[in-house]
């Protein structure tokens, strides 16, 4: 049996013991600040490293829209074939486009580019030319199905009318200001494209009530309604792009003269082919 003896340890340096504590005061522990209250903490602290972290898909991926590696980054000639280089020229307001077809009506004030400067649209010139498509086609069977019931003849649906209307309009707002777009570059005074599609666009509204109009069944008042309309409509772009023009020397008045013809041009081309019944 073992007796009741113990041998005492002194207080001495021995490998693989504790130290006893001498002084047994008050002891202070100290934390360190922690991260807890936000969450996912910024840095990894305590035992959980860096490599011990949650994988990325459980918390942010899903919140975050992911671009397949596939797509073409659209910069460059990419960016003119997305909608999103177009949207800023549909940014307008309904106060903006009516106040916009409001000067077209006034066409000798000329101020219609200092309002359009910073922000031209095409919003605007694309309804209006899609309006004066279906106007024309529309008035145009009217008159024509009218003329020929009251000379009691057979009628027929022309549709060429929609895909001529089309082609014209369209194709008018788009090549003209194109093509006035290199010459002024080429006579050193060069002007925002955008902009001269939205000065063209809104100078075709004049002919809608133009085309209204021309259900009267009076030859001499659709000559007239279309020599009023197109007037108007080429006055307002000569005088729009008169000051800009002028910078161009010597040459300016011809261009402003071209400009004024092509516009009256269009309006007598409407009368033959839009404002004249045939039976």
Partial sequence: MMSGNYTSIDNQKVSGSVPAVTDPGQVTVKFQDSNLQIFPPSEAQGKISASSRPPRDADDTFSKPVSSPDEPQQNGWFRTFSVAAYKPYFDVDTSDVLDRIKDTLFPF???????????????????????????????????????????????????????????????????????????????????????????????????????????????????????????????????????????????????VAGIFLLQLALAVVLKLYLFTVTV
Wanted: with cysteine.
């Fill in 109 to 255: 004030t000329g101020s219609f580019n200092e309002k359009t400067d910073g922000n031209p649209d095409l919003y605007g010139p694309f309804w209006i030319c899609t309006t004066l498509i279906f106007v024309a086609a529309s008035i145009g069977t009217f008159v024509t199905y009218v003329a020929h019931k009251l000379q009691k003849k057979e009628w027929d649906y022309d549709i060429n009318l929609m895909t001529w209307s089309a082609g014209l309009f369209y194709g008018y707002v788009t090549v003209v200001p194109l093509g006035l777009y290199v010459i002024l570059k080429y006579f050193s005074a060069p002007s925002g494209l955008v902009q001269l599609f939205c000065l063209y666009g809104y100078s075709l509204f004049v002919f809608i009530p133009a085309l209204c109009l021309s259900v009267v069944p009076l030859e001499i008042f659709r000559w007239v309604v279309a020599g009023v309309a197109g007037f108007m409509s080429a006055t307002f772009v000569a005088n729009n792009l008169r000051a800009h023009i002028e910078s161009a020397g010597r040459r300016w008045f011809l261009i």
